[in-house]
């Protein structure tokens, strides 16, 4: 086996890239019959502390509507929704002055004081325990990302990319 890994936040055809699989991750839709969910990442929305340091705490979403929101361009599309307890929803209509196609990137941002941002926690984590960044509306939740794997039609049912997902997803699953 032979491993090269490529990195882009970028949406890639699996067969014209020359990819034998691919971990992406998105919001709960239809996912082909030739992929697998490894697991679901939280999500929150953050900013860093400079950025909030001159802000009213926010009790609801409208009330960070109007703030500079910074966005991951290939999803952009995708308004976040919060939920209250499971029950109130409510979809914000963002506009952002600056977007990436990269989360990384997205996540610098928000450091540097730019705005504030939606991110999956696994990218945040360390920075939100340290006190670089909060999160904005801890009492709001948005839906979870999954992370999936996705391979070519025409893959083997028992090949290696096969045994591969599989052991991806016994030792992603939550224990």
Do not use: C
């Not at 992929?35 to 999500?43: D, E, V, W």
């Not at 409208?62 to 929101?69: L, M, R």
């Not at 504030?116 to 960044?133: F, T, Y």
């Amino acid at each position: 086996i032979n491993l090269s890994l490529g990195f882009s936040d970028a949406r890639q055809e699996l067969i014209d890239g020359g990819f034998d699989l691919a971990i992406r991750m998105g919001v709960n839709r239809k996912r082909p019959l030739t992929s697998k969910t490894l697991f679901s990442a939280k999500r929150s929305l953050i900013g860093s502390a400079e950025y909030l340091g001159g802000k009213p705490t926010p009790q609801n979403p409208e009330d960070v509507a109007d703030w500079n929101w910074l966005e991951l361009s290939p999803v952009f599309h995708i308004k976040p929704t919060f939920s209250r307890h499971g029950k109130a929803s409510v979809t914000l209509k963002t506009n952002s002055q600056i977007n990436t196609n990269d989360a990384r990137a997205l996540h610098h941002l928000v450091l540097t004081g730019a705005g504030i941002a939606v991110v999956p926690e696994l990218l945040a984590a360390d920075d939100i325990a340290a006190g670089k960044i909060a999160v904005v509306l801890p009492d709001w939740e948005l839906d979870a990302i999954d992370v999936y794997a996705e391979w070519p039609t025409s893959a083997p049912r028992k090949g290696l990319i096969q045994l591969l997902v599989d052991h991806l997803s016994t030792y992603l699953s939550p224990k």
